[in-house]
């Protein structure tokens, strides 16, 4: 086997707050432009993870990977800023990166 490569996995994850939604349509008319424009904008998945039945707020996670650790680090950061430049707001953010050997 010829030298082994590491991966980086990245992991972005934040709770977006829906002020003022009174119904989960009225929710998700705000948390899915989010997560498309997301998803268009930068090479990452996008998930909603929790609150699915909560009115006002929505657990959303961002991922990627990547051999390049600072790449992934501009990316998710990248993502993050682009969700707080757009007026909304966010908890509880937390950005992880693992390392995994790719085989």
Known sequence: MVGAQVVYIGVLQ???E???STSLKDKRSQVL???ERLKARFPVSVARLAGSGAH???RIGVAAISADRQWLERVL???QAFVAGRG???RDT???IDVW???
């Open 14 to 16: 934040f709770t977006l």
């Open 18 to 20: 829906c002020p003022g």
């Open 33 to 35: 432009p989010v997560t």
């Open 56 to 58: 006002d707020w929505e």
């Open 77 to 79: 950061n990248s993502a």
């Open 88 to 90: 909304l707001t966010t």
């Open 94 to 96: 937390s950005l992880e």
């Open 101 to 103: 050997d790719a085989v």
